[in-house]
């Protein structure tokens, strides 16, 4: 019997980077246990190029990734053919005066916010920092979130470990 998989999709304002790594970095370390996707409410149209590079460096697939409309996934009248939604995550900052979606209805939901490289001005050493930056604190939630039994745990409990990762924040070199 094959284990479950996991439906999540990761949401942000512009989808063109945050929830773009997020995406990209959960399909590659989920193993084929999580499937992710991602979306924004706004969206850019385009993947923001320092995305791309980050993600090419670090050797994660970037073929198929893509700034699509939240529309593509529901909340309630999704698409045809849109995955069923295990997780909803929100990595907007919400210290920066974003607005982040708010997705109701049945998934699990939890906000982990992420400061938006994409706004970072600056030279091209300071954006790709930025980028750096975004990545290792989505690699760190995404790595505990994978690592959680969520065969064993009550929904409670895995709510509760969901905001503790969103809760955590690269520590300051």
Known sequence: ?????????????????????????????????????????????????????????????????????????GPTAAQPGAPHLDFVFTVCDNAAGEVCPVWPGQPMTAHWGIEDPAAVEGSATDRRRAFATAFAELNRRISLFISLPLATLDALAIKRELDRIGRLREQEE
């Open 1 to 73: 019997m094959s284990e479950r998989i996991f439906n999540v999709l990761f949401l942000c304002t512009g989808n063109s980077a945050r929830s773009i790594l997020a995406e990209a970095i959960l399909n590659h370390a989920g193993r084929g246990r999580f499937r992710a996707f991602s979306a924004g409410s706004h969206p850019a149209g385009q993947v923001n190029p320092h995305a791309v590079e980050l993600l090419t460096r670090q050797g994660l697939a970037v073929a198929d990734l893509r700034s699509k409309n939240w529309d593509e996934f």
